[in-house]
């Protein structure tokens, strides 16, 4: 154990970040594990975060592209032995706090807070927050002892004030960050525990699912049959702390390539979790539904009146089954090339909103020149293993599963877990 902790002192910054394992372990744990539940009402990703010296349970919502966990200031004051950062620290810079900078001669006050901006990502409103620093707990996937605590004794985080949690999940008093910043909890938790690998994976279900930091359910199950596709993932404007974006070569629809360069369409495509479907730009999203209507009438699928929010929907034949879902056109997101491909099928791509309606899961995200042409939300991320190697910025992803395989609720980890209510 001495010489691990040895080896933990070539880290950076390990001196402010430190990491305690509360067993000795025969062998390395796999991963660690947080649980996930979708919330129905808001379809929200919910996980928990144990923190502070009781290390209470705190129920936050999952964003993929944040940069940092904030928790409600009010819920903050609560937690016992948790300090604030000051903005002349070494922990204040590596958010690149403009506090600390020496500019036009001015020393930074060493007697402020650190402060950085905060945003709700649902309802994008965003403020000021204070950098806090507290212990975080873990839970290990341990073959030896399943469940076994860990703790990051100086978790770096953010308070906000309580107008933020507007629009966010039912109790939840935050939101978790698992975005490419110095300060996300998957790169924080790799600086941690040295021995694993900078990366993370989802799984994402209409029920529970987990996070799992460095590892992935591949790994952890011995699962042959998840079987992985890989693809770079690409930065907006150099900025690593914009969120996880692929580069989309081109759309098929039954197999039939979308003409999409003459109306200006451009590959970069953001994965997001607070985005409950797939959004695409106007024009895009035009070109997109045209096809996807003629694959479908071909299949003898009927178009029927929309349910909102959704625009275009269908009474398939096999409109008496709740559990049997009917062929609907295969869509494929090719990547860096033609053999390199993400398929979404009918699972994906089609919601029952009745038992005789099934509405396209894809929705108009407006604009000419949005933000972000194409946004793939939740609900077209479900049941897909994704595995995000931020050490060389590649994305996994496996096939659909749940067809024979297994699914994402069933590597449910909220057993190990007092999820809040």
Same mark, same amino acid.
């Given at each position: ?6 080896f933990?002192l ?9 990491g305690a394992?509360s067993?000795?372990y025969p062998?390395?744990?796999?991963a660690? #594990?947080?649980p996930?539940?979708k919330d129905?009402?808001t379809?929200q990703?919910?996980t *928990? ?9 705190v129920?936050?919502? #999952?964003d993929?592209? /944040? %940069?940092?966990?904030w928790?409600d200031s *009010? ?9 604030s950062v000051k903005?002349?620290?070494?922990q204040?810079?590596?958010v *690149?706090?403009k506090g600390?900078?020496?500019?036009g001669?001015l020393?930074c ?5 650190c402060?950085? %901006?905060?945003?709700n990502? #649902? ?10 620093e ?11 002892? %399943? /469940?076994?605590?860990a703790?990051?004794r100086?978790?770096?985080f953010?308070?906000?004030?309580n ?7 039912s ?7 698992l975005g490419n910043?110095r300060?996300?909890l ?5 600086t941690?525990? /040295? +021995? ?9 279900s209409?029920? $529970?699912?987990a996070i799992?930091l460095g590892?992935s359910?591949s790994?952890?199950?011995n699962e042959?049959?998840i079987?992985m596709m890989y693809?770079?993932l690409?930065?907006?404007n150099?900025?690593?702390q914009?969120g996880?974006y692929? $580069? ?7 197999g039939e390539k979308?003409?999409?360069?003459p109306? /200006?369409?451009v590959?970069?495509t953001?994965i997001?979790t ?5 959004t695409m *730009? ?17 299949m003898n699928?009927s178009l029927?009146?929309p ?6 929907c269908?009474s398939?034949?096999?409109v ?5 879902l009917p062929?609907f056109p295969a869509v494929d ?5 033609e053999? #390199? ?5 009918g699972r994906?791509s089609?919601v029952?909103v009745?038992?005789e309606?099934?509405?396209?899961g894809?929705?108009n995200g ?6 972000? %042409?194409?946004?793939?939300g939740?609900y077209?991320?479900e049941?897909y293993?994704?595995e995000?190697?931020?050490a060389?910025?590649?994305?996994? +992803?496996s ?14 980890a ?8």
């Amino acid at each position: 154990m001495a010489s691990f902790f040895k080896f933990l002192l070539i880290f950076p910054l390990i001196s402010h970040i430190h990491g305690a394992i509360s067993h000795k372990y025969p062998t390395l744990p796999k991963a660690a #594990v947080l649980p996930l539940k979708k919330d129905l009402s808001t379809l929200q990703y919910v996980t *928990e975060l144990l923190i502070g010296e009781n290390l209470s349970p705190v129920k936050l919502v #999952v964003d993929l592209g /944040g %940069p940092f966990v904030w928790i409600d200031s *009010e819920f903050t004051s609560q937690l016992s032995s948790t300090g604030s950062v000051k903005s002349c620290s070494l922990q204040c810079s590596m958010v *690149e706090i403009k506090g600390c900078s020496r500019s036009g001669g001015l020393r930074c006050d060493a007697s402020k807070t650190c402060t950085l %901006p905060v945003e709700n990502s #649902v309802s994008r409103v965003s403020t000021s927050g204070e950098m806090k620093e507290g212990r975080v707990g873990v839970k290990f996937l341990d073959a030896m002892e %399943p /469940g076994s605590l860990a703790y990051i004794r100086r978790f770096l985080f953010s308070c906000a004030p309580n107008l933020l949690l507007e629009g966010l999940a039912s109790d939840a008093k935050g939101m978790l960050g698992l975005g490419n910043s110095r300060i996300s909890l998957p790169s924080q938790f790799s600086t941690t525990f /040295g +021995f694993f690998h900078r990366k993370f994976s989802i799984c994402l279900s209409p029920s $529970n699912g987990a996070i799992l930091l460095g590892g992935s359910p591949s790994e952890i199950e011995n699962e042959s049959t998840i079987s992985m596709m890989y693809t770079s993932l690409i930065s907006k404007n150099s900025n690593i702390q914009d969120g996880y974006y692929i $580069n989309v070569s081109s759309i098929k629809i039954s197999g039939e390539k979308l003409s999409l360069y003459p109306i /200006g369409f451009v590959g970069r495509t953001k994965i997001s979790t607070t985005t409950p479907y797939t959004t695409m *730009e106007s024009k895009i999203y035009n070109t997109f539904i045209a096809a996807y209507i003629k694959a479908a009438t071909s299949m003898n699928l009927s178009l029927v009146a929309p349910v909102a929010p959704f625009e275009i929907c269908f009474s398939p034949n096999e409109v008496g089954s709740k559990t049997i879902l009917p062929n609907f056109p295969a869509v494929d997101l090719v990547l860096q090339s033609e053999l #390199v491909k993400w398929r979404i099928l009918g699972r994906n791509s089609m919601v029952r909103v009745s038992n005789e309606v099934m509405c396209l899961g894809f929705l108009n995200g407006g604009l000419v020149k949005p933000k972000d %042409p194409i946004v793939m939300g939740g609900y077209q991320l479900e049941d897909y293993t994704l595995e995000f190697n931020l050490a060389n910025s590649m994305l996994g +992803f496996s096939s659909p599963l749940g067809m024979g395989k297994k699914k994402c609720s069933d590597f449910d980890a909220s057993s190990m877990y007092p999820m809040v209510s």
